[in-house]
Nanobody, 129 residues
Protein backbone atom coordinates (compact mmCIF):
# COMPACT_ATOMS: atom_id res chain seq x y z
CA UNK A 1 0.00 0.00 0.00
CA UNK A 2 1.35 3.42 -1.02
CA UNK A 3 -0.17 6.60 0.35
CA UNK A 4 -0.01 9.73 -1.82
CA UNK A 5 -1.21 13.22 -1.03
CA UNK A 6 -1.26 16.21 -3.37
CA UNK A 7 -1.23 19.88 -2.38
CA UNK A 8 -0.60 23.28 -3.88
CA UNK A 9 -3.61 23.71 -6.11
CA UNK A 10 -5.51 26.95 -6.33
CA UNK A 11 -6.49 29.76 -8.65
CA UNK A 12 -4.02 31.39 -11.00
CA UNK A 13 -4.27 33.74 -13.95
CA UNK A 14 -3.31 32.82 -17.47
CA UNK A 15 0.44 33.05 -17.89
CA UNK A 16 1.08 32.57 -14.20
CA UNK A 17 2.81 29.80 -12.30
CA UNK A 18 1.90 27.23 -9.71
CA UNK A 19 3.78 24.58 -7.76
CA UNK A 20 2.07 21.29 -6.96
CA UNK A 21 3.46 18.81 -4.46
CA UNK A 22 2.85 15.13 -3.93
CA UNK A 23 4.09 13.48 -0.77
CA UNK A 24 4.30 9.70 -0.84
CA UNK A 25 5.38 6.69 1.13
CA UNK A 26 8.75 5.39 0.19
CA UNK A 27 9.00 2.55 -2.27
CA UNK A 28 12.05 1.02 -3.77
CA UNK A 29 11.22 1.01 -7.46
CA UNK A 30 8.51 1.58 -10.01
CA UNK A 31 7.13 4.63 -11.76
CA UNK A 32 5.16 7.72 -10.85
CA UNK A 33 3.15 10.21 -12.87
CA UNK A 34 1.06 13.35 -12.75
CA UNK A 35 -2.39 13.22 -14.32
CA UNK A 36 -5.06 15.83 -14.92
CA UNK A 37 -8.79 15.40 -15.14
CA UNK A 38 -10.71 18.14 -16.88
CA UNK A 39 -14.45 18.27 -17.46
CA UNK A 40 -14.44 14.97 -19.35
CA UNK A 41 -14.21 11.46 -17.87
CA UNK A 42 -10.64 10.72 -18.98
CA UNK A 43 -7.56 11.39 -16.92
CA UNK A 44 -4.79 12.84 -19.07
CA UNK A 45 -1.20 11.82 -18.39
CA UNK A 46 1.02 14.89 -18.12
CA UNK A 47 4.42 13.66 -17.02
CA UNK A 48 5.84 10.29 -16.07
CA UNK A 49 9.01 9.36 -14.21
CA UNK A 50 10.11 5.82 -14.95
CA UNK A 51 12.09 3.44 -12.78
CA UNK A 52 15.34 4.52 -14.48
CA UNK A 53 14.40 8.19 -13.90
CA UNK A 54 13.48 8.72 -17.56
CA UNK A 55 11.00 11.60 -17.72
CA UNK A 56 8.31 11.82 -20.38
CA UNK A 57 6.13 14.89 -20.90
CA UNK A 58 2.87 15.08 -22.77
CA UNK A 59 2.87 17.42 -25.75
CA UNK A 60 0.29 19.61 -24.03
CA UNK A 61 2.67 20.56 -21.21
CA UNK A 62 6.16 20.07 -22.64
CA UNK A 63 8.20 23.24 -22.25
CA UNK A 64 5.82 24.70 -19.66
CA UNK A 65 5.67 22.11 -16.89
CA UNK A 66 8.63 20.58 -15.08
CA UNK A 67 8.67 17.61 -12.74
CA UNK A 68 11.13 17.19 -9.91
CA UNK A 69 11.53 14.36 -7.43
CA UNK A 70 13.07 14.68 -3.98
CA UNK A 71 13.70 11.07 -3.04
CA UNK A 72 15.20 12.07 0.30
CA UNK A 73 11.91 13.54 1.52
CA UNK A 74 9.59 11.47 -0.71
CA UNK A 75 8.09 14.39 -2.55
CA UNK A 76 7.22 14.73 -6.21
CA UNK A 77 6.75 18.26 -7.54
CA UNK A 78 5.11 19.70 -10.62
CA UNK A 79 6.19 23.21 -11.56
CA UNK A 80 3.57 24.76 -13.80
CA UNK A 81 4.65 27.81 -15.80
CA UNK A 82 2.82 29.87 -18.40
CA UNK A 83 -0.46 28.20 -17.50
CA UNK A 84 -3.44 28.31 -19.82
CA UNK A 85 -7.19 28.04 -19.15
CA UNK A 86 -7.12 24.51 -20.56
CA UNK A 87 -4.76 23.54 -17.73
CA UNK A 88 -7.67 23.82 -15.31
CA UNK A 89 -8.71 20.58 -13.65
CA UNK A 90 -8.03 18.18 -10.84
CA UNK A 91 -4.40 17.14 -10.65
CA UNK A 92 -3.43 13.73 -9.34
CA UNK A 93 -0.17 11.99 -8.68
CA UNK A 94 -0.09 8.24 -9.12
CA UNK A 95 2.34 5.43 -8.39
CA UNK A 96 3.08 1.91 -9.54
CA UNK A 97 5.63 0.51 -7.10
CA UNK A 98 5.76 -2.87 -8.79
CA UNK A 99 7.30 -1.95 -12.14
CA UNK A 100 8.20 0.83 -14.52
CA UNK A 101 6.20 2.20 -17.40
CA UNK A 102 7.18 -0.54 -19.85
CA UNK A 103 5.38 -3.86 -19.89
CA UNK A 104 7.31 -7.09 -20.38
CA UNK A 105 5.85 -7.13 -23.86
CA UNK A 106 7.49 -3.81 -24.72
CA UNK A 107 4.46 -1.55 -24.46
CA UNK A 108 4.81 1.80 -22.71
CA UNK A 109 1.97 2.55 -20.37
CA UNK A 110 3.30 5.54 -18.47
CA UNK A 111 0.25 7.64 -19.37
CA UNK A 112 -2.29 4.85 -18.91
CA UNK A 113 -4.30 5.56 -15.73
CA UNK A 114 -5.08 1.87 -15.31
CA UNK A 115 -1.35 1.15 -14.95
CA UNK A 116 -1.26 2.91 -11.59
CA UNK A 117 -2.87 1.21 -8.60
CA UNK A 118 -2.22 4.04 -6.17
CA UNK A 119 -3.57 7.58 -6.40
CA UNK A 120 -3.76 10.66 -4.26
CA UNK A 121 -6.98 12.52 -3.58
CA UNK A 122 -6.16 15.25 -6.09
CA UNK A 123 -5.70 19.01 -5.91
CA UNK A 124 -7.79 21.47 -7.95
CA UNK A 125 -6.24 24.01 -10.29
CA UNK A 126 -8.29 26.82 -11.81
CA UNK A 127 -6.76 29.05 -14.47
CA UNK A 128 -8.62 32.25 -15.22
CA UNK A 129 -8.29 34.56 -18.19
Amino acid sequence: QVQLSESGGGSVQTGGSLLLSCSYDSFASGCMAWFRQGPGPEREGLVSIDVDRTITYADSVRGRFTVAADTATYNLYLVMNNVKPEDSGMYYCAANPSQGGWTFGGQWRGFDPSWYPYWGQGTQVNVST
